[in-house]
């Protein structure tokens, strides 16, 4: 299977681009604090060298954008990840914890889901978010995603079993 390439992608104030080594100085301090992990499948990262050997996994088979500002700094990781069959991809989001409620999260994404449904041509993009996350459901929600199913305890994780929300947009509901 050929691997798709990851474009930059302009916003108004993003430039969202392919992951650089770099990005991991910028974004360690977000994932190194408990509270920012909390709705992730692990816990926090101890160091810059462990966070960069998940964030460039050779076997990860998904494509991270990076968030840049204006200024050149990673505000944020955003990722699409093929599922369980051609034409749906699911998508995922951490924002630099200095500039969440800025709006960064929904501007990434909206240009992400856009491209995604436009030029790759998929038919369907999910997320899957932890039930107590209230800041990531709003955002699939403005962005037109619907819920499509509540899986009870479904995963376990650093914080104990957890209850997973899935959500899901078709690319004629995004139009």
């Known amino acids: 299977m050929t691997e798709k ?14 992951l650089k080594r770099a990005d991991c100085a910028a974004l360690f301090p977000t994932f190194a604090e408990p509270q920012q992990n909390l709705y992730m499948s692990r816990a926090e990262f101890s160091s810059e ?10 076997g990860w088979n998904g494509r ?13 990781r955003f990722v699409s990840i093929p599922a369980h069959e051609g034409g749906v991809e699911e998508i995922g989001y951490v924002t630099a914890m200095h500039c969440q409620g800025e709006g960064i999260a929904s501007e990434a994404m909206r240009a992400l889901v856009e491209h995604l449904f436009a030029a790759d041509g ?12 209230t800041a ?17 305890q479904h ?3 650093h914080i104990g079993l957890r209850d997973v929300l899935l959500y899901g947009l078709l690319a004629e509901d995004a139009r």
Do not use: C, M, Q, Y
Not at 122 to 133: F, G, P, S, Y
């Open 136 to 152: 990531s459901i709003k955002l699939l929600e403005r962005l037109g995603f619907t819920k499509e199913a509540h899986l009870r």
């Open 5 to 18: 390439p990851t474009p930059t992608l302009k916003t108004s104030r993003l430039t969202l681009r392919p």
């Open 122 to 133: 998929l038919r369907k993009l999910t997320a899957e978010v932890d039930a107590d996350n």
């Open 64 to 76: 991270t954008w990076i968030g840049e500002d204006a200024d050149g700094e990673a505000v944020g």
């Open 155 to 157: 995963e376990t994780t």
């Open 49 to 58: 060298e462990e966070l960069w050997g998940w964030l460039a996994e050779p």
